[in-house]
């Protein structure tokens, strides 16, 4: 098994552009989370989801969407990209949702806007 | 919303002494609380978690205690080794509500260096 991967590794945008940051998993997880990491501040959800066609926000969601169209696929999309979105984007999944899971992470996507 | 603060944000140890993070949460309704290890560049790792029906936990040169009442939990790593730098992240979730899904707050990290 691959675990959860994520593309691309290391992203430049400009103020305005619109990208997607891609997350896979082949371990059949019925959750799937995406989190940014700014220095200092620890890990902050931005959305996930508990199951194909099902997403919810976290704690962070704006200027971010998601959809969960696949069992296996959770891309985050930036619509209008902000300097302040400058971060590292981790990918988690777990079996399921709602009991102690254990929660794995994907390598990151570095993101920096300018 | 749950809050997590963690403490000190920075721990410096020699070889072979303990190393003690703390962290407090907010929330009373959260029932799990899993420990990451990230090395430089990498991605978070699970290294030991509880469940708030259990007050202490080991495994090997790692423990964590648990104070319900007080709210909060610590991470204990005895006989420290170089490897050992990283920096810890402390988390905290509500368990057992399939629509709140496995939703982690974190605390700001600690970043460990064991010295030779």
């Known amino acids: 098994n691959a675990g959860v991967t994520q593309t691309p590794k290391f992203q430049v945008l400009k103020t305005g552009q619109s990208m997607t940051l891609q997350c896979a998993q082949d371990?059949?997880?019925?959750?799937m989370s995406w989190y940014r990491q700014d220095p200092g501040m620890g890990l902050r959800l931005i959305h996930y989801?508990?199951?194909?066609?099902?997403?919810d926000q976290g704690e962070v969601p704006n200027g971010y969407n998601v959809s969960r169209s696949t069992t296996e696929d959770f891309p985050l999309r930036l619509l209008s990209a902000a300097p302040s979105q400058t971060s590292v984007y981790f990918c988690?999944?777990?079996?399921?949702?709602?009991?102690?899971?254990?929660?794995?992470f994907g390598p990151g996507t570095r993101l920096l806007v300018l | 919303g749950e809050n997590v603060e963690q403490h000190p944000s920075t721990l410096s140890v020699q070889e072979g002494d303990s190393a003690v993070i703390k962290c407090t949460y907010s929330?009373?309704?959260?029932?799990?609380f899993p420990w990451y290890k990230q090395e430089l560049g990498k991605r978070p790792q699970l290294i030991i978690d509880?469940?708030?029906?259990?007050g202490e936990k080991k495994d090997q040169r790692i423990a964590v205690t648990l104070n319900k009442t007080a709210k909060h939990f610590s991470l204990h790593i005895t006989e420290t080794q170089p490897e050992d730098s990283a920096v810890y992240f402390c988390?905290?979730?509500?368990?057992?509500?399939?629509?709140?899904?496995?939703?982690?707050?974190f605390g700001g990290g600690t970043r460990v260096l064991v010295k030779p």
């Open positions: 929330d009373s309704a959260s029932n799990y």
């Open positions: 509880i469940r708030s029906n259990v």
């Open positions: 989801s508990v199951g194909a066609g099902i997403t």
């Open positions: 371990m059949n997880h019925e959750y």
């Open positions: 988390a905290a979730s509500i368990q057992g509500i399939k629509a709140a899904g496995n939703k982690l707050t």
């Open positions: 988690a999944s777990s079996r399921t949702g709602w009991v102690k899971e254990t929660q794995y």
